[in-house]
């Protein structure tokens, strides 16, 4: 029997040309200016079309272009649409052409950066140094590109209880070991779900009050630390957010920083998009202390603009982290020389051992456009917030719900319906089946809010301008009806 390598490389290499030349028009027309009935933002899949999908497992062959018809037709119109200018959910980044080419070279090396002495793996070095020089982190510092921020915050929890609880804590588990750690009550939910897998369990989580700017407060901060350590518990980590998930606020790092080291517990930085404005002269002082972190989780595929997927965790001591996760097995035997050289490994600063050449993306991005520009864009996300707030107020039916500190805008209808949370949440609906944008929801201060995430490089004052125009029309018809 043969290999898997086509008979004809020409005809694949014809249709790897057309797939090519097909993605490039379609982030080339990811415009402000398209009619939304010829490029909605997102629009709902039809039910034929998601029970065509649901095939039997195929026995036979297929034709290769006819897989790549059945793409086109059935998956690329009903993709969340983040690459589009007016996605402005969540915080999805846009990401960009050369990204794309990147992630087309890394799947023709088929790199495992699990191990093994190759250049992949030092490329990946190279990107975990860059990270650190971005937030001004030693060199000298650890780390991992993950799939996000959520894998990179468990890893920093699991590092820190091994840093406080020492070697039998990887054996013996945690027991009645006693840990306990911090994060304010706005922190993102995969912070208690590090604290459920790392055996901790989710009540050794202290949620800490956040102040009216939604930072996590410091005298509440204390006062959790000392009634713990009154009761006999041990306090080994306090989580700070760069950039929380409903209001994009930065923790006051430098102020946590100090705390920590005067009460020698672990400090660690969930900067999933926030890190990013490091990046940028006008914003990077916001982040001061985030140089002091034991250990820092973010996302490249955020603001960054690289694509899916692309977490990074930097971990100051190198040695704490292979601590949390080295092990010694016969079949991942180091040598001094060879293809088995080259250690210690990825796979001793996480838990998975085969990897994908996440580096490759990481490194063509910010080598294409530089951190500098890279810093401009990150301005110019933050600016278009700020247009966007204005904008806002400027309008009598629509009200502010917190303020807005970098690219995250939070905000509602504030009259107009008996049910003001249902009606805000039904026009959000209303505004994402039109096609015109994508912003998503959340809850501030007990009541539902309509959240724009300035994310995607693409985004303009008019993308936002656009938006709110579409909002305001759609509410106009519902009290209407």
Request: net charge negative; hydrophobic share 45%; glycine share 10%.
């Amino acid at each position: 029997m043969a290999g898997l390598d086509p008979e004809d490389w020409g005809s694949l290499r014809a249709l790897g040309h057309r797939m090519l030349d097909d993605m490039i028009d379609r982030l080339a027309t990811q415009s402000s200016d398209a009619d939304p009935a010829d490029n909605p933002v997102w629009q709902p899949m039809p039910a034929s079309e998601r029970q065509a999908l649901r095939r039997p497992l195929p026995r036979g062959p297929s034709d290769p272009a006819e897989l790549y018809e059945q793409f086109q037709q059935r998956i690329v119109p009903y993709a969340l649409g983040n690459t589009h200018p007016r996605f402005m959910g969540w915080v999805h980044g846009g990401g960009t052409g050369i990204g794309m080419l990147a992630e087309m070279l890394a799947a023709g090396l088929n790199a495992n950066l699990g191990g093994r002495d190759h250049a992949p793996i030092e490329l990946e070095r190279t990107v975990i140094r860059w990270a650190a020089e971005m937030v001004g982190m030693p060199d000298t510092s650890s780390g991992l590109l993950v799939t996000g921020s959520s894998m990179a915050n468990m890893i920093a929890v699991l590092t820190a209880r091994r840093a406080w609880a020492g070697p039998t804590v990887r054996s013996g588990g945690v027991g009645s070991l006693g840990l306990v750690g911090y994060a304010g009550s706005s922190a993102h939910g995969c912070i208690p779900r590090a604290f459920d897998m790392a055996g901790l369990g989710t009540e050794a989580l202290r949620a800490v009050p956040v102040d009216p700017n939604h930072r996590m407060s410091l005298p509440a901060l204390e006062a959790a630390i000392a009634r713990d350590r009154a009761a006999g518990l041990h306090p080994f980590i306090v989580v700070a957010t760069a950039g929380s998930v409903d209001t994009g606020a930065i923790d006051d790092l430098d102020a946590i920083a100090t705390l920590c080291a005067r009460e020698r517990i672990w400090f660690h930085v969930d900067g999933a998009f926030g890190a990013l404005a490091a990046l940028s002269p006008t914003l990077r002082q916001h982040l001061a202390g985030i140089e002091r972190a034991d250990s820092l989780a973010f996302d490249f595929h955020k603001w960054a603009q690289v694509p899916y997927d692309a977490g990074c965790v930097v971990v100051r001591d190198a040695g704490a982290q292979a601590d949390a996760f080295a092990q010694t097995l016969a079949y991942l035997g180091r040598e001094d020389r060879g293809a088995a050289g080259n250690a210690p490994w990825p796979c001793d600063l996480g838990p998975d051992l085969s990897r994908g050449f996440r580096a490759l993306k990481v490194w063509m991005t910010l080598g294409t456009y530089g951190a500098d520009r890279m810093g401009e864009m990150v301005d110019q996300c933050c600016a278009v917030a700020r247009h966007l707030a204005a904008r806002i107020e400027a309008e009598p039916d629509l009200e502010l719900l917190a303020p807005v500190g970098l690219n995250i805008v939070c905000f509602r209808f504030c009259r107009g319906a008996d049910d003001l949370d249902q009606f805000n949440a039904e026009l959000v609906k209303d505004l994402h089946e039109s096609g015109i944008a994508v912003p998503s929801t959340t809850t501030i201060g007990g009541v539902r809010a309509i959240r724009a995430a300035i994310v995607n490089h693409r985004t303009q004052n008019h993308d936002a301008d656009i938006m709110i125009d579409g909002l305001l029309a759609l509410a106009a018809l519902r009290h209407s009806r």
